[in-house]
T-cell receptor, first 116, second 113 residues
Framework: AQKITQTQPGMFVQEKEAVTLDCTYDTSDQSYGLFWYKQPSSGEMIFLIYQGSYDEQNATEGRYSLNFQKARKSANLVISASQLGDSAMYFCAMRPRMDSSYKLIFGSGTRLLVRP | SAVISQKPSRDICQRGTSLTIQCQVDSQVTMMFWYRQQPGQSLTLIATANQGSEATYESGFVIDKFPISRPNLTFSTLTVSNMSPEDSSIYLC??????????FGQGTRLTVV
């Protein structure tokens, strides 16, 4: 079964510090994509970062980086230098079978609160 | 990246009525999707909106309850029919063009009373 697991319902981080949000996935597909989205209280889903299963380098986008460990099936999001505006829900998602279906499977999410 | 406009942004509806949510993309996209996010939950795919043909529904979602239209490559609608309080959710439109990632509208926050 294809599944995304986020084991941290809530996390706190001090402003300006780094934080890691955990994500593990389960799939038998060889080609897949992993994504992180941010959902502020307004409800919109904001794309943060993408990692392809065949990408050898870990993805980075500004203060966001993805710690991709394929053998362990984990795709943790690292946010460096946290800001108050980073307080939101964070969802890890997987797109199985990159060559066909484009639907996303989402994890249960992690609520991040950045303390001043 | 695609910019997706979704409306209404929120609504309060009486049970037994229907609401149609519109989704407009600023560029032609290959794929459009509709998701539901129940209170405190993650996102669940309702259906893939296919241009010029019937939508493809996920298990647990049926066309009579959630009819979807997609008349062209930039526009889609989702109707939530015969609403009950259990339909109170955020409904999100999503689209994918040439990028690996999908983009989302700002969501429609629906409350059924």
């Amino acid at each position: 079964a294809q599944k995304i697991t986020q084991t941290q319902p809530g996390m706190f981080v001090q402003e300006k510090e780094a934080v890691t949000l955990d994500c593990t996935y389960d799939t038998s597909d060889q080609s897949y994509g992993l994504f992180w989205y941010k959902q502020p209280s307004s409800g919109e889903m904001i794309f943060l970062i993408y990692q392809g299963s065949y990408d050898e380098q870990n993805a980075t986008e500004g203060r966001y980086s993805l710690n991709f460990q394929k053998a362990r099936k984990s795709a943790n999001l690292v946010i460096s230098a946290s800001q108050l505006g980073d307080s939101a829900m964070y969802f890890c998602a997987m797109r199985p079978r990159m060559d066909s279906s484009y639907k996303l499977i989402f994890g249960s999410g992690t609520r991040l609160l950045v303390r001043p | 990246s695609a910019v997706i406009s979704q409306k209404p942004s929120r609504d309060i509806c009486q049970r037994g009525t229907s609401l149609t949510i519109q989704c407009q993309v600023d560029s032609q996209v290959t794929m459009m999707f509709w998701y539901r996010q129940q209170p405190g939950q993650s996102l669940t795919l309702i259906a893939t909106a296919n241009q010029g043909s019937e939508a493809t529904y996920e298990s647990g979602f049926v066309i009579d309850k959630f009819p979807i239209s997609r008349p062209n490559l930039t526009f889609s609608t989702l109707t939530v029919s015969n609403m009950s309080p259990e339909d109170s959710s955020i409904y999100l439109c999503s689209a994918r063009g040439g990028d690996p990632q999908a983009f989302f509208g700002q969501g429609t926050r629906l409350t059924v009373v």
